[in-house]
Every structure is written in C-alpha cells, then in structure tokens.
C-alpha cells in the first residue's frame, strides 16, 4: 500500500479459515480507502509461505475467512469476510481486503469484578451514517459553558442550526432517544441518550431493528442511507466518537448523486414541521409492522436505486415493477378473487340494454361465440382481481388515493411500459417518471399512516400548484 497511511497496526494475530487452519502473521497494517479496507499482513520468515499456498489454494479462493488480532495498543480485533489480493512469497506478506467488518474491542486496564464481557446487552452511543441529508431543526442559544463552547455537545455552537432531536418507539411504554449531527461533510452521527424516560439503546435492540431503521430512514432521506460505523459498549467519549467496541464496515464509499424532496428533510421551509421526529415518534412502529406483508424494505431500496440511475428508461421499469409488487401485496392482503365493478341492482337495467344490443348482431355472429358473449354479459358486473388494471385501481384506492385522469391514463400505460419496453419520448416519460415516484411515495405514506408534510404541499410556493396525487376526499 505505496503511499497511504495506516489506519490501524496489527502486533500479532492470525487469519483463520473455515476448515480450522490458521496462518500467523507477526505484524500487519489496515488502510481505509474510501471506506473500504486493505491489510498488510507480514509473516516470519522461517513459514515456508509458497508451501502453504500451494496446499490450501481453494480455502484462499473458495471461502470467506477471518482475522483475529491484538493492536499495537492493546486492543482485540477481528475481522470478517477476507478475500486474498496478492502473495508475494518471497517478500514474507500478502495484501489481502475485507468485504465485511472490523470489530475492536479495548480491554479494560484495570477490568472492575463485575465487568461484563457479554457485549450485546450494552448500550449503543454513537451510529456514524452515510448518505443522509436534512436541514437540522435545533441550535444552541446561550448555552455555551464558556466563550461560545459547549462542552457535553461538542457538535453544538451558539446560534447554529446543527442538531435534531428525534424519539421513536418499538413497543408499547419504551421510548428510545438519538441526537442527530454532522461529523464531517459526508458522514453523520446518531448519538443514542438515555436519559429521564428514555431507555438505552442496547445492541441486540440494535441489531433487531437495524434493517427496518436504515430503511425507514432512506425512505424519509429520498436516497439509500448506509451505516458506517457503530460504537456501544460500558465506556464511551463524546470527544472521539469512540466507544469500548467500536465495529466499522468495509465498502467503498456510495455518496447519493441526487436526493428525492418528497419528503422534504433537507428544505429550509419545512424545517418548523420537525419531519424527521415526526415519522419516527408517529410511523415507525407502523412501519415495522407493514413491512412484514408489504416488505418495504425492498420496496425503498429499489426506488431509491431508480432515483439515482441516469436513464429515464431505467427509472420507469424499476418503477413499474415496484407498482407490480405492491399491487400483488395488497392483492395477498384482500385475498379475494372477484370485484365487484356495478352494483348488481344497477346492472340488471344495464344488462337488458346490452342483450338487446347483442341480439341485433345474431346474424353476424356464430353461434358457438354468440352464446360465449350471451354469457359473459352476465358476469360484467364483476372482474377478477387478478387482472393487472383491477390490481393496481385496488391498490391505489385501498390505500385512499383519489384515481385522477392522469394515473389512469398511467396505469393504461403500464401494458406497453411492461410487454412492448416502450417508454415513449423524452418528455412524455419524465412526466410520467415524476407522476410515478409520487405515487409509489404517496402509496407508501398512506400504508404506514404517515400524516406530516410531504413536498406535493407546495409549502415553498405562495401559490401552491395542484399536487399529483390526491387523497381520496372523506
């Protein structure tokens, strides 16, 4: 690694393969670049390494491995995932990368007797994310200990818009606190309290509600969220950012290109309607549970991914896929078959009126297919739900979307989009790109009962225009 600076050095250690074999290094240096990271593992010697290569080739190759080490300071470190780079034998090293993550764990100098080495029940201090962007909603006033610093927040500066305060629950009578601030440009800190009526935030807590938290959070965001860094344990300080276990992820560094403003956290206007504690406090619980039927999940990380495609094509497929899927979801949810299309009192005037119509092509039509639409005149009334078009106008007005025109004429669409990969021209599939993503938002809002601001609003206009989508009127 010519050039780059060691983030962490390795004193001793060993990586260890999945069939029980161990390869001991002596001294090892960990790089980060652009968030992935690179280990450069030095061994003694005496180990015939060509040797043990040419023996164990297809654990190199076949299998993910792990490394277990000491730090120059002291500290345990392990490392999951490893993938070999190069082995120059005849230096006595090999590079080797990590597409999984670095735990490590200081050891207390003077361990008291009831340390608890069990790290899952401890407490989470600090989650270091990438990807997310809001206009913060709190600032320091006179609280300053002395000339304009703050030291319990070191983020906080007098008069600054630099912190949000966000609570949630994930049960009934437990309520959870983070703070929210930047670290640097690109990263930012949820800082987890426990304090009054606030429980901490353990980490197997953590670990339950990790994949349903980053993607309630990348739905709010309008692009993915990635989660860094996570430190908890018994000790922690506010200063570094650091804690007893601190576990950092490896993967090269995804900034978002663009961010969706549907629900808009990184706009000045809607900085007073407090979006972000909102969601939490009132939706994320619902969202949980919604997310078992509906898998929404999958849902955002797909539509966030069609926001940050180049093409207008691709954009639209994603799209159009992501309104199949819901559709089947809600479709599993009815669980029923038929829908009925005209009040059956109503369709028996209407009925009369299309036999006699029928009857007056008898001539014309033989008498196998005339007998086949004699039929199916009797069942108009009703249509199956497993027809595409009937799927999605149940998904739309099940979750209170009033059907305009323009979603119509969408929907109609669909078939084309789908069967024939034809998105029309340029303009024309913007507008219908644009129609799409806020429907699927607006289908999602409605599902997890979300009631707060949403950029169709038009808040930023002193004439606001008429937004897209619609809900149905009470």
Not at 150 to 171: A, L, M, R
Not at 251 to 279: C, E, G, V
Not at 367 to 375: A, D, G, Q
Request: hydrophobic share 35%; glycine share 4%; proline share 3%.
């Amino acid at each position: 690694m010519d050039g780059l600076i060691p983030e962490i050095r390795l004193k001793s250690g060993s990586i260890n393969f999945p069939n029980g074999l161990k390869l001991k290094f002596v001294l090892g240096l960990v790089f980060n670049v652009r968030g992935s990271y690179f280990f450069e593992l030095h061994f003694d010697e005496t180990l015939d390494l060509e040797r043990f290569y040419e023996n164990n080739k297809s654990v190199f190759f076949n299998y993910d491995y792990d490394i277990a080490a000491k730090t120059i300071e002291g500290d345990d470190f392990t490392a999951t995932k490893i993938w070999l780079k190069s082995f120059p034998f005849h230096k006595s090293m090999g590079d080797f990368y990590c597409n999984g993550k670095i735990e490590i764990k200081q050891v207390p100098e003077f361990p008291k007797k009831e340390y608890n080495k069990d790290t899952e029940s401890n407490n989470v201090h600090f989650v270091i994310v990438e990807g997310l962007e809001l206009k913060y909603d709190s600032h320091s006033k006179c609280e300053s200990d002395d000339f304009g610093k703050n030291h319990k927040y070191f983020f906080k500066k007098d008069g600054v818009w630099d912190y949000t305060t966000v609570t949630f629950q994930i049960e009934d009578f437990t309520s959870y606190k983070f703070i929210v601030y930047n670290k640097n440009d690109e990263q930012v800190v949820l800082e987890f309290q426990s304090e009054n009526q606030y429980e901490a935030m353990t980490y197997s807590t953590w670990k339950e509600i990790f994949i349903d938290f980053i993607g309630f959070l990348s739905f709010i965001n309008g692009a993915r969220v990635t989660v860094r860094e996570i430190h908890f344990g018994e000790f922690y300080s506010p200063k570094t950012l650091k804690a007893q276990v601190s576990v950092y992820y490896s993967f090269t560094k995804n900034i978002p290109k663009r961010y969706n403003d549907f629900m808009p956290i990184n706009n000045s206007w809607f900085r007073s309607d407090h979006i972000l504690q909102k969601a939490f406090m009132n939706n994320f619980r619902i969202y949980r549970q919604k997310n078992k039927t509906w898998d929404l999940n999958t849902i955002i990380f797909y539509l966030n991914n069609a926001e940050q495609t180049d093409s207008i094509g691709d954009k639209i497929f994603i799209q159009t896929i992501l309104l199949e899927r819901l559709s089947n979801s809600y479709f599993k949810i009815l669980d029923e078959e038929w829908k009925i299309l005209v009040p059956e009192e109503i369709f028996k005037d209407l009925n009369c009126e299309l036999k006699s119509v029928l009857l007056k092509y008898k001539s014309k039509i033989p008498p196998s297919s005339f007998r086949t639409l004699k039929s199916r005149l009797g069942e108009l009334y009703k249509g199956k739900n497993k027809s595409s078009f009937i799927k999605f106008n149940n998904l739309i007005e099940g979750v209170g979307i009033q059907i305009s025109d323009n979603i119509e004429q969408l929907l109609i669409k669909r078939n084309r989009i789908v069967h024939e990969g034809e998105v029309g021209e340029f303009n024309e599939a913007l507008d219908d790109f644009e129609l799409m993503d806020k429907l699927i938002r607006k289908i999602i809002v409605n599902i997890i009962e979300y009631k707060g601001s949403t950029i169709q609003d038009g808040k930023q206009y002193q004439n606001p225009p008429e937004p897209l989508v619609k809900d149905v009127e009470d």
